[in-house]
């Protein structure tokens, strides 16, 4: 699968789909070229994970609503919660460990840590 266009108005249709990768970059940017084939590979690979590309400069809304502050800047969600955010350029070997280790996640672990934690945050109040 190649890798798609995320905007403000698809994101939500693309974040709710099993495993997405999402790429913020940049045109201007030189680690984000260079991680762009790595990506796409990584993407011909992984047919039954979405794998998007959310351009910071045009997608400014996107781009604050993840406190994205450095490109590239690799985000793994799956089943819709967030549960990977890092900056920098991954090397091929290092993005293939990662896309490994949120396969074998446990999400009804993580949603009872999620609810948990929401349960205490209420308490605080």
């Known amino acids: 699968m190649a890798t798609v266009d995320v905007t403000e108005q698809n ?25 762009e084939p ?27 609503a993840f406190q994205v502050s450095a490109v590239p800047t690799l985000m793994a969600i799956r089943d819709g919660i967030q549960v990977f955010a890092q900056p920098g350029a991954l090397p091929a070997p290092v993005l293939e460990e990662l896309i490994e280790r949120v ?10 840590q999620l609810a948990q934690q929401s349960e205490a945050g209420q308490q605080d109040l």
């Open 103 to 112: 396969r074998a996640l446990d999400m009804d672990e993580i949603r009872a």
């Open 38 to 64: 790595i990506f796409a590979q990584a993407s011909e690979r992984h047919t039954d994970i979405t794998f998007g590309r959310i351009d910071t400069d045009a997608q400014p809304v996107l781009t604050a």
């Open 11 to 35: 994101f939500n249709e693309i974040a709710e789909k099993g495993i997405v990768l999402l790429d913020f970059w940049a045109d201007w940017c030189a680690p984000c070229q260079a991680f």
